[in-house]
């Protein structure tokens, strides 16, 4: 039997986990503004599969069925009652693995990117997702290795491309050694056969130090599609034209070059202090038949799309406005996890 490895985004899925915006959390500033891209979001994944969401209240449960779930949508919709901190699924859900057959579940230690923020109650969701039963009935396996699922990226077949500067940030992640000890825990927990690593990319604004899934994604084994950036004045300009340089620099499991596409650079997005944000059009979510791309309200909007559906020719494109994401710091793929077929409650 084959042995067990982080599937790739583009594999079958069962559902993909949010958690909705609490009052109490860092939203309140932002909650009216930010729950249209929630809603926005939600209700493009429930088009076509499963969603599990998790919310502080029966009551808040209630209302969020009565708000997202349209005729179509009917069974589609798993609100689970869980405590959390924030939002981002894709750094505190579990991730899936599998050998080609069966799937599991691997529940890493998440700190709040390197304690920088609370993150107890996050720590716990899987946990209390696969005790309520949400996750079906598969594994989940805990592990106390800090990792988040945004600093990861991979073809399925064994090949992870990852960011130096983040997984390995000297912020209380993980103690060192932390390269000989990432390197094998990716071989042994996540069936890496090769890892490609970057030492360039980062945004401003970014509080991941830079995470895989604001810089560059597989499209498919081959391919990798990357944050470009075309404009010299930028301050932007010089670690992205490098992190481009080290993409083209890598091989795939055949000896082979990438095939390589650039997104377009979007102009400038800053908050009410002049801060810059992190905008950046890698941070789509593949679903079943669908990809969902970010969208920041500027004239590079339409052409990311554009670019992302040549990649995805056998998927919709469909872009949602994310610029109340970016002011607290991530975007459309930070706020998912994709889960395998098989996690879904009562299933």
Not at 84 to 107: H, I, M, V, Y
Not at 136 to 150: A, I, K, N, Q
Not at 156 to 175: A, I, K, S
């Amino acid at each position: 039997m084959s042995r067990f490895r982080l599937a790739a985004e583009w594999a079958n899925q069962g559902s993909v986990l949010m958690a909705w915006p609490q009052p109490d959390s860092d939203w309140a500033g932002l909650a009216d503004r930010a729950e249209p891209t929630f809603t926005a979001i939600a209700r493009a994944i429930l088009a076509e599969q499963d969603l599990i969401l998790c919310v502080n209240s029966e009551r808040q449960s209630l209302d969020l069925h009565d708000h997202l779930v349209s005729g179509t949508d009917q069974g589609r919709l798993h609100t689970v009652v869980v405590a959390t901190n924030d939002t981002w699924a894709r750094d505190f859900g579990p991730l899936a693995l599998s050998n080609g057959t069966e799937w599991r579940l691997l529940d890493a230690t998440f700190n709040g990117w390197g304690n920088k923020f609370p993150s107890d109650l996050d720590n716990a969701v899987n946990q209390a997702l696969h005790t309520q039963g949400a996750l079906g009935s598969l594994p989940l396996e805990s592990d106390s290795l800090v990792v988040e699922g945004g600093a990861l990226e991979t073809d399925g077949l064994g090949t992870l491309l990852v960011n130096r500067p983040c997984v390995l940030n000297p912020n209380r992640r993980n103690p060192e050694p932390a390269f000989e000890r990432m390197t094998q825990w990716f071989h042994e927990r996540l069936g890496a056969e090769r890892i490609l690593w970057l030492d360039h990319g980062h945004l401003e604004g970014d509080d991941t130090d830079g995470h895989i899934d604001t810089l560059a994604r597989f499209t498919d084994a081959g391919h990798i599609v990357y944050q470009g950036c075309n404009a010299p004045d930028d301050e932007h300009y010089p670690e992205l034209q490098a992190m481009a340089r080290e993409l083209a620099a890598f091989r795939d499991a055949d000896g082979q070059p990438y095939r390589l596409t650039a997104l377009p650079w979007p102009d400038p997005v800053y908050d009410g202090d002049g801060n810059r944000l992190p905008a950046t059009y890698a941070n789509f979510l593949i679903t079943n038949h669908s990809v969902l791309v970010p969208c920041y309200g500027v004239p590079q909007d339409d052409e990311a799309c554009r670019v992302l559906a040549d990649c995805f020719p056998d998927r919709r494109v469909q872009g949602v406005q994310c610029c109340p994401l970016i002011h607290q710091g991530g975007s459309l793929h930070c706020l998912t996890m994709q889960l395998p077929p098989g996690a879904v409650p009562n299933a």
